[in-house]
Nanobody, 116 residues
Framework: EVQLVESGGGLVQPGGSLRLSCAAS????????MSWVRQAPGKGLEWVSY????????NYADSVKGRFTISRDNAKNTLYLQMNSLKPEDTAVYYC?????????RSQGTQVTVSS
């Protein structure tokens, strides 16, 4: 059974940083591209970032480019999202997913709230 457990969310002031983690199990993590997606209050799902199986290719939504960094540790079956220079509009529930399933996240996500 695929399990994805996000952590690291919280309340942060504008301009602050957070590092999200996603612990994966139940599938071959190291041979799957992975993505982060988010859903802001009252809005639809937004794709945030993608990383290839070896980490050599990364892509970002324009809204986070230059501020967020996706990475992975295949030895630990863990995906990360370093978020810097956070803005109030980054407030959302953040989910990790296999890159082929980003439109239908199956995990609970972690809440990120950016507010002063």
């Amino acid at each position: 059974e695929v399990q994805l457990v996000e952590s690291g969310g919280g309340l942060v002031q504008p301009g602050g940083s957070l590092r999200l983690s996603c612990a994966a199990s139940g599938f071959p993590f190291s041979i799957n591209g992975m993505s982060w997606v988010r859903q802001a209050p009252g809005k639809g799902l937004e794709w945030v970032s993608y990383i290839s199986i070896g980490g050599g290719t990364t892509n970002y939504a324009d809204s986070v480019k230059g501020r967020f960094t996706i990475s992975r540790d295949n030895a630990k079956n863990t995906l990360y999202l370093q978020m810097n220079s956070l803005k109030p509009e980054d407030t959302a529930v953040y989910y990790c997913s296999k890159s082929t399933e980003w439109r239908t996240p199956r995990s609970q996500g972690t809440q990120v709230t950016v507010s002063s």
